[in-house]
């Protein structure tokens, strides 16, 4: 012990060791400045930024990051900032996706092999909050996440617009004529006006809130906009808490119980979440041993109502969904209803009970109560299964049109997203509003990575004619920020010979959401002698990153992870090289 300290902090088996290698790493460690007594055996933190100019949302985390050091400090603690990959889906081709998994490994494995004793996470685009949740969870030491914070509101022409959300709905406009290339030319500008990620409740804000409601971060923080001062107090607050959860030992181990995750699935039903958090939170289950299945995002939510009024499902934004009380104001609403649990402790080190006792709904429109929903209960994720979906599909119902719930359509098929979109402007096209379109070879291996494809445009010439929505039925994901009765993450995927394998143009798809039903109306003699004629596709890739994902990611209703990376190992020290 020294100066009141601890010595066998896990930092110190690089720091206190005796001899040459203790020489070698503190000396190395002193060509940036720091004096001898940061070596005391206080706390060493990690401050894991994925700032990128080449991820948007993620572009002012290193602002972010010195605040989290100045809060570090000031509880006594060393902090060192180090970087990450930034996995943003603004950007990456094919999707960000296909480097969820490489980045957590990234992660975890940065977290293992340096002098830490505790680590802050720094996110903001979609992947990169699971991706740092599932690396930080299988080393287990102590972690606390911060979000970088949505964008300000869009504004144009005197209304609110939303990331991702009116990139749908301007698209649709164009080709319709009710929007000029000018005027959409001046609307990107609008749409993102500021530092942050998604103000919608799409998948950035959606993993946020859920990171909060999982116990990961802390209470109200996921919420402030990106360039909001309070955006930096958090951070700060996170620096300072970091400290103390070293001292307490309080690791994710201890957080992410199989409580936490019900609660986390209920407030995604709440808010209007994504259902890519249905594929995230899957994931990192699976790094802590906790058994989430797919049934689960169905039994939890039918009792749970929409209660915030946010695009893409409704109205408001971020900003404003921040300024009516924030995820706080909605988990205090459901524990008030029992519809969470209030016990789970959070990286506050008190209880979720405690952390929400003072939580306020400060605007009703934004946030409703729960006897007077947004939408009622029975609205949120719903999972199908039937014999196109063996294994599973999800559909967004409060973002899908009610009367197409439940449908009987014929099959157009297409191969690939690509193949609808060289036809879909096509006047002549064998389409109308009764069919179900069918995209796919978009899943984790397909495509790879499992993009987010599935809300294909309708026909120009149905917009054309007043159609505002189809049943469509895909493999791959959808954005967050996107809308219509698209079903999603259909298992097993076409690409490893799941049934969208076989459907031909002119199948019958029956849709019945309320009946959690997806079936091809073709008889089981006639699928299995399509079966016979079926041949998997070749494989495109021989090495590197790609090849590994191909042949190790699972399928989308197991999180679409890498079956070898399942499970915690722990955050021994590595051996001394020195």
Partial sequence: MTDGRRTNRRSQAWFGAQGRSGMLYRSWMRNQGFGHEVFDGRPVIGVATSASELAPCNAHLTRVAEAVKRGVWQAGGLPLQFPTMATGETLMRPTAMLYRNLMAMEVEELIRANPLDGVVLLSGCDKTTPAMLMGAASVDLPAVMVTGGPMLNGKYRGRDVGSGTHVWKFEEDLKTGR???????FAEGCMARSNGHCMTMGTASTM????????????????????????METAQAAGRRIVGMVEEE???????TREAF????RVNAAIGGSTNAVIHLTALAGRVGVELSLRDFDDLVRAVPTLVNLMPSGTYLMEDFCY???????????????????????????????????????????????????????????????????DGAVIKQSAASPHLLTHRGPAR????????????????LDIDEN???????????????????????????LLKAGVTDMVRVC?????????????????????????????????????????????????????ARRRQEWTPPAERYTGGYTWLYTQHVEQADRGADFGFLRGSRGHEVPRDSH
């Fill in 324 to 390: 009516a009380g924030g995820l706080p104001a909605v988990m205090a609403e459901l524990l008030g209803g029992e519809l969470l649990h209030g016990g789970p402790v959070t990286v506050t080190g008190r209880t979720v009970a405690e952390n929400t006792e003072h939580a306020e709904r400060i605007d009703s429109d934004v946030i409703t109560a729960l006897d007077a929903p947004f939408q009622p209960a029975g609205t949120g994720i719903a999972v199908l299964r039937g014999n196109l979906c063996p």
């Fill in 179 to 185: 929007m000029t290339e000018e005027e959409c030319f």
């Fill in 208 to 231: 946020a809130c859920v990171a909060e409601a999982l116990g990961m971060q802390l209470p109200g923080s996921a919420a402030w906009p990106a360039v909001d001062s309070r955006r």
């Fill in 413 to 428: 098929v297409f191969d690939s997203p690509e193949a609808y979109h060289e036809v879909a402007d096509d006047p002549e």
């Fill in 250 to 256: 309080l690791r994710p181990s201890r957080i992410l």
């Fill in 475 to 527: 493999d791959g994901r959808m954005s967050g920020t996107g809308y219509g009765t698209v079903v999603l993450h259909v298992a097993p995927e076409a690409a490893v010979g799941g049934p969208l394998a076989l459907v031909r143009d002119g199948d019958p798809v029956v849709l019945d959401v309320p009946n959690r039903s997806l079936r091809l109306d073709v008889d089981d003699a006639e699928l």
């Fill in 262 to 265: 019900e609660n986390a699935i």
């Fill in 435 to 461: 069919t179900v379109i069918v995209i796919r070879n978009a899943g984790p291996r397909g495509y790879p990575g499992m993009p987010e494809v599935s809300n294909v445009p309708l026909p120009a010439k």
